[in-house]
């Protein structure tokens, strides 16, 4: 039954046939979409990379071909060669609706058993199936679609970054652990027993070392590994856009960046994204939407009303702020009659998640002010709030009441949850916002330090570097992400680029000189000989790739992903190796 090609060569692709093409003779190959058959004719889709096709075989052209044809079944592949007609029955759905191609050659070049999983669009097969057979799942017409824009996008960046002066240089794959960050993947290396590489987490020291080098502007699309917990959008490989750039600062990142992310915008969205892009410091986004990744498609900003109601008498709020918390709120402004009791029961629920304790609220209706709190409250305190809340009839305030960390937390995530569920984000609208001057430092409370906001390679701003040593809280940083639509899409930094600014800097993580030297002295080293000033950025190309075709799965646009426990359904990797290879690598396994 299988056939070769034989002397059958493609001529067309599936999907760009039109009425220009009528009387041409033709010849296409690809996959059986589905069959028809409806006796003396048979109607066949097929389908390649470019959409489908319809192919008729007449009984009345060649009975041989058309005994062939009846026994062609789902996703087998075949050679068709034909003349082609335009269609009596136009099909508007389809960009080849209005032809069709009358068989005189078919060639079956394999068959197909039943696939597992159906070959179309919104098939609604779980996710692990789809996994398991991803080779199937990528025929799909969305998958891909989802692929060539990724190859498009790479491409413009390309030439983008190739306009502007830039070079593709790759850095190491097989690399230097170093602390700092998330855990690396390890690689034991068999020629020197008892050593390891580590899988880079980001090529942020070699691009480093390309400045010092003089590349003067380097980038690469580059893949990245992280041993972490994976959230549903993130896999423990990925890919970045990674650029560094000499002689600049952070004014001058941010410039070319927007360039780059107007053209993207116009090639990819059709949209002409205003330029310059919104700036929002990090202390602005947190007090005003309790994230340093802001959805800016709606309101519901955070108000502090901590000052009201310090003496309050509601234990809840007067205990807190004793205690050193915050009260704040969001004001779900004409929404209140959207929510039933048992909708704010399920919203306290979730607050929960992220360490809240519980959830406050009040309903401003046409008969008053509803809320199990206002007992508690003054008149005065009542008036102030609803003053500061801007409240009006039809609102519903929420309040959070808690140590800042948990205030924040809660009611940034809180305000996105109303707006989901109010069906307010609109995956048609874009805002964009830099998010600047984030502070240098974070405090980790389990390992008891200080330690990088983002890396300790980050410069810190001018005026607050005297702050180094006795007040690090307050260091700000030369650092900047790009977010869109809530989500962070790139971040970068000016880069130390001084040896005694950049051993400061490992003093006040808590390294010592021989840690700081063990673990990062050939930067240390580097910087001896006359480094640039530099700054780059990196872009999470996956998550811009879901953002600009309109996916909310990071899954389905990398061709080969992991599955959240960070498993490959399709290869079941990670397994077991045999003790011969462990024996080869010098290492033994303690389970």
């Not at 850095?171 to 390890?186: F, I, N, Q, S, V």
């Not at 309790?290 to 509601?314: A, Y």
């Not at 702020?321 to 929404?335: A, H, L, Q």
Request: aromatic share 10%; hydrophobic share 40%.
């Amino acid at each position: 039954m299988k056939e070769n090609m034989g002397d059958l060569r493609r001529s067309h692709m599936c999907g760009n046939l039109r009425m220009s093409n009528v009387d041409e003779e033709v010849i296409l190959m690809g996959w059986v979409q589905r069959e028809r058959n409806l006796g003396s004719l048979i109607f066949v889709d097929l389908r390649d990379t470019t959409g489908i096709c319809q192919i008729v075989f007449d009984s009345t052209v060649s009975n041989e071909i058309f005994n062939k044809a009846s026994k062609l079944r789902s996703e087998f592949v075949v050679a068709v060669r034909g003349k082609v007609r335009k269609r009596e029955s136009i099909n508007p759905e389809i960009p080849t609706g209005e032809i069709e191609v009358l068989a005189e050659e078919l060639r079956i070049l394999n068959t197909s058993n039943t696939p597992p999983i159906y070959i179309k669009d919104g098939d609604n097969v779980s996710e692990s199936m789809r996994l398991k057979y991803r080779y199937l799942d990528l025929r799909k017409p969305s998958m891909q679609n989802n692929l060539k824009v990724r190859h498009k996008v790479a491409k413009l960046v390309r030439d983008f970054l190739d306009e502007n002066h830039f070079i593709e240089i790759e850095t190491p794959m097989l690399t230097k652990p170093t602390p700092e960050g998330a855990r690396d993947y390890l690689v034991p290396s068999r020629v020197n027993p008892g050593h390891f590489y580590a899988l880079p987490q980001s090529p942020q020291l070699m691009k480093q070392l390309l400045m010092i080098s003089g590349m003067d502007r380097y980038y690469q699309i580059v893949r990245c590994f992280r041993d972490e917990d994976l959230r549903a959008n993130r896999q423990p490989e990925f890919t970045q856009i990674d650029m560094e750039m000499s002689f600049v600062d952070v004014d001058d990142v941010i410039k070319l960046n927007e360039q780059l992310l107007y053209k993207l915008f116009k090639e990819f969205k059709g949209i002409e994204i205003e330029l310059p892009i919104q700036r929002m410091t990090y202390r602005e986004a947190m007090e005003r939407f309790g994230v340093d990744k802001p959805d800016l498609r709606f309101g519901f900003e955070l108000t502090d009303i901590t000052d009201i109601v310090v003496n309050s008498d509601f234990k809840v709020f007067s205990g807190t702020i004793e205690n050193k918390g915050y009260v704040k709120g969001i004001n779900v402004k004409g929404y209140g009659d959207e929510f039933s009791r048992k909708d704010i029961s399920n919203l306290e629920s979730y607050v929960k998640d992220f360490g809240a304790k519980g959830l406050v609220w009040m309903k401003i209706t046409s008969d008053g002010i509803t809320s199990p709190i206002v007992k508690f409250l003054s008149q005065e305190e009542v008036n102030r709030i609803l003053d500061r809340m801007e409240a009006e009839e039809g609102d519903l305030l929420l309040f959070i009441a808690d140590k800042p960390a948990v205030v924040f937390d809660s009611l940034g995530n809180l305000r996105k949850e109303v707006a989901r569920r109010l069906n307010l984000l609109d995956d048609n609208e874009f805002k964009l916002v830099w998010i600047t001057e984030f502070p240098l430092f974070e405090y980790d409370d389990e390992e008891g330090r200080y330690v990088a906001k983002h890396h300790p390679f980050t410069h810190p701003m001018e005026e607050d570097i005297h702050l180094l040593e006795t007040q690090p809280e307050k260091v700000r940083a030369k650092a900047y992400d790009i977010v869109i639509n809530g989500d962070e899409i790139g971040g970068g930094s000016i880069r130390i680029s001084d040896q005694d600014l950049q051993k400061r800097m490992f003093k006040a993580l808590g390294f010592s000189e021989e840690e700081a030297w063990d673990k990062f002295g050939f930067l240390l080293e580097a910087f001896k000989y006359g480094t640039p000033p530099h700054g780059g950025i990196a872009y999470g190309f996956d998550r811009l790739i879901m953002l600009l075709t309109g996916n909310n799965n990071i899954r389905d646009v990398i061709a080969f992903p992991k599955t959240q426990s960070a498993t490959c359904l399709l290869t079941e990797a990670p397994t077991a190796v045999s003790e011969e290879q462990l024996k080869e690598l010098h290492v033994k396994l303690d389970l």
